[in-house]
């Protein structure tokens, strides 16, 4: 009797939904891998509990390491080898280019829903006219402050890179003073991965120093623009910024913020709903604004991030699957996301919601910030993006560790993207 009853109420649930997610055949396990960042994974089984309960489908999430870089490297050996056993994977926004093949083509399926998202953010998973990833989330970072630091120490958000070492000098050498002898004035994410690359196209970009290669595939990186940008960022390791902040990703940077001990901190919206969670020390105590630029004059650099979701070629449940990733960036799982991770929606309309407003007010706040976001060059350097990241990054963090000045640095590293390049990207 209890079975039936179980069977009858689902039956009934799927049948209200059967427009929304299309027929099942038959209930499948799916298995969805994502990066374990913030309280993504805490939040996963809420997230998709409507879509298994309206499709009898179920889906088990797989963490994968928070390293995006670490990610990239398990899902390409993965998708390599055709690997069944995985269904979805939630891809980084610079990756549709170089996995694209292994990808399901999601154009007709989503031929409804992506014109509800930013057109910029579809094209960025759109290959060679395969959509081969929907978006779930964009992001755009912002500089974290300490609203009652600064309002203590007379200061105001700073509008320069110098103006913030300063400012953090200031308040770190006051409140050290004063016992707080933990105290940093700024975190970031100084590890050598694609965290660092994100970082420190901020500094170059908003120095005047280019994007590393720019939108027409020209190699720009060895200009005294970005060799200021990286050696302003040096002066800080050690003085502002712990000497580990050379290995910090983005947990270890929010780490050290959410328990109080940073005056500043560059990171995702991700750790905005969490900062003013019931567990944090910096609850209600901070603001966000936009990254300092070079000098007066300079335009604000943030680097655009965000993550999608993309169906396996080689899942051998592809029905279900795409119903997910439909599900996943879909407005009703958007708004969750947006209102318990504080993820900035890819939907335009999710910007007017009022519950979204009210419960993360970065994120309308922030969505002129994406909108005018700077990409990395994935899109002009295709499938040699990896290599030429990870050759700007070993390049910064040489230089952050004090391993070659940053001029002699970016002239090694035009000659190893030019050597990449070949004759074309
Ligand atoms: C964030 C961004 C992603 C980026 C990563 C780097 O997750 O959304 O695009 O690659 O940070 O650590």
């Known amino acids: 009797m209890m079975i039936m009853k179980g069977r009858a109420l689902r039956a009934t649930a799927t049948a209200a939904m ?38 009898g489908h179920t889906v088990t999430l797989v963490p994968m390491p928070a390293s995006t870089t670490d990610q990239f490297g398990q899902y390409r050996l993965w998708l390599a080898a055709g690997a069944t056993d995985i269904d979805l994977y939630q891809t980084d926004v610079i990756w549709a280019p170089q996995l694209a093949e292994h990808f399901v083509d999601l154009t007709e399926a989503a031929k409804d829903l992506a014109p509800q998202h930013f057109p910029s953010i579809i094209e960025s998973q759109t290959v060679n006219g395969k959509l081969v990833a929907l978006p ?5 970072p912002a500089l974290y402050y300490r609203k009652d630091l600064l309002e203590k120490h007379g ?29 940093w004035g700024f975190v970031w994410q ?49 003085t502002i910024s712990p000497e580990g902040v050379l290995a910090y990703q983005e947990e270890e940077a929010r780490g050290v913020w959410q328990t109080g001990n940073a005056v500043f901190m560059r990171n995702w919206p991700y750790a905005y709903g969490l900062g003013n969670g019931d567990d944090s020390a910096v609850k209600g105590l901070f603001g966000v604004t936009t990254l300092p630029v070079g000098k007066e004059g300079d335009t604000s650099a ?28 879909g407005p009703e799982a958007q708004k969750q996301r947006a209102i318990a ?35 990395r060059p ?48």
């Open 190 to 238: 100084g590890n050598a991965y694609e965290g660092l690359t994100c970082n420190a196209l901020e500094w170059v970009k908003s120095f005047g120093g280019g994007q590393i290669v720019e939108p027409d595939g020209s190699i720009s990186i060895n200009n005294e623009n970005a060799a200021a940008a990286l050696e302003a960022a040096k002066s800080w390791v050690g």
């Open 136 to 140: 779930i989330f964009t992001d755009a």
């Open 155 to 183: 200061k105001t958000p700073p509008k320069t890179w110098a103006e913030l070492a300063e400012t953090a000098k200031f308040i770190q050498d006051a409140e050290r003073a004063e016992g707080k002898a933990d105290l």
């Open 18 to 55: 059967l427009a929304v997610f299309g027929a099942p055949v038959m209930a499948d396990e799916l298995f969805y891998v994502s990066g374990a960042v913030g309280n993504a994974v805490e939040n996963f089984k809420t997230l998709v509990k409507p879509w298994e309960e309206a499709t």
């Open 378 to 425: 994935s899109a002009p350097t295709l499938g040699k993006y990896n290599e030429v990241s990870a050759k700007f990054w070993s390049a910064v963090h040489n230089t952050l560790s004090g391993n070659g000045s940053a001029a002699e640095n970016l002239e090694l590293l035009e000659v190893e993207l030019t050597d990449i390049k070949g004759s074309a990207w």
């Open 341 to 375: 991770e504080s993820n900035l929606p890819t939907i335009i309309a999710l910007y007017d919601d009022a519950d979204i407003a009210a419960a993360q007010p970065i994120i309308p706040q922030w969505k002129d910030v994406f909108l005018n976001a700077v990409p």
């Open 302 to 329: 943030a680097t655009l991030g965000g993550w999608n979701v993309a169906v396996s070629k080689y899942s051998t449940k592809q029905e279900a699957a795409i119903s997910l990733a439909m599900y996943l960036a």
